[in-house]
């Protein structure tokens, strides 16, 4: 299962960072190759949304749930179910000196169709790592506001 991380440091207090990040329905507002982004459940520590995601011109739909760790500044997700075999992973924020948050996102993939896997997966690995970095690019932008 190819794996995903991609870290940044950022200029920015993580209390900042995980605030706009806890608010995943505003995310179409700053990402752009997010379609379609829904709240279909939402309670104390936990969110279920709905997804579709533009990602080189392939639309991409899933399910995900999330779960909120406010002490440890971590949100994990979960694909429930959507176009791939399955999706999971971690946003964690730490600080990094004075007034910078280290912002590492892990996400582990299963593509589904593994014959596809064996000759396209680093292909599809490589537009994945370029959407994660694309979302800690928006967030970065976010936060100049």
């Known amino acids: 299962m190819p794996r995903i991380i991609v ?11 995980y605030e706009i990040l806890k608010k995943v329905e505003d995310f179409p507002t700053f990402m752009k190759s997010i379609r379609s982004l829904k709240v279909v459940d ?6 279920v949304t709905s997804w579709q995601v533009d990602i080189d ?6 399910e995900e749930e999330d779960f909120f760790d406010d002490k440890n500044f971590s949100l994990r997700f979960n694909m429930l ?3 791939y075999g399955s999706y999971s992973g971690e946003w964690k924020l730490e600080d990094s ?3 910078h948050t280290k912002i590492n996102l892990t996400a582990n993939f299963d593509w589904g169709v593994p014959v596809l896997e064996k000759f396209v997966g680093d292909v ?9 970095l ?3 690019k928006a967030l970065k932008n976010k936060l100049n506001e």
């Open 81 to 83: 179910k959507g176009d």
């Open 42 to 47: 939402r309670s104390d520590n936990r969110l």
């Open 57 to 62: 011109g392939a639309l991409i739909m899933w």
């Open 7 to 17: 870290e940044r440091i950022i200029p920015f207090k993580k209390e900042k960072v």
């Open 97 to 99: 000196g004075a007034n």
């Open 134 to 136: 694309s979302m800690l």
């Open 124 to 132: 599809l690995e490589k537009k994945a790592k370029k959407y994660a």
